[in-house]
Nanobody, 121 residues
Framework: QVQVVESGGGLVQAGGSLRLSCAAS????????MGWYRRAPGKQRELVAH???????NYANSVKGRFTISRDNALNMVYLQMNSLKPEDTAVYYC???????????????WGQGTQVTVSS
């Protein structure tokens, strides 16, 4: 079993910063891509950013230049530094880890429980 746990959410004023952390653990052989998704009230879940094991990153257009994703491969952790936060960033943020339980198995998406980020104006 794989566990994915996020932390670091909270309430901040517009223009402020937060740093989210996520740790993946359990019976997993390797993790390929780790990333962050978010779901705002009444909206679909969307990709915020993800990062491969080699360090390649991808960001949603709405967060480019403001958010930075990073990871620690040895610890199976991923981080999201969020700067210049806007009210529209308010959402539940979910950590995703794509990995393999065994080398012979296909990769699978594992999800955390989510952490609330609220940006007030």
């Amino acid at each position: 079993q794989v566990q994915v746990v996020e932390s670091g959410g909270g309430l901040v004023q517009a223009g402020g910063s937060l740093r989210l952390s996520c740790a993946a653990s359990g019976s997993i052989f390797s993790i390929n891509t780790m990333g962050w998704y978010r779901r705002a009230p009444g909206k679909q879940r969307e990709l915020v950013a993800h990062i491969t094991s080699s360090g390649a990153t991808n960001y949603a257009n709405s967060v480019k230049g403001r958010f930075t994703i990073s990871r620690d491969n040895a610890l199976n952790m991923v981080y999201l530094q969020m700067n210049s936060l806007k009210p529209e960033d308010t959402a539940v943020y979910y950590c995703n880890a794509n990995g393999r339980l065994r080398v012979t198995m296909p990769s699978y998406d594992y999800w955390g429980q989510g952490t609330q980020v609220t940006v007030s104006s």
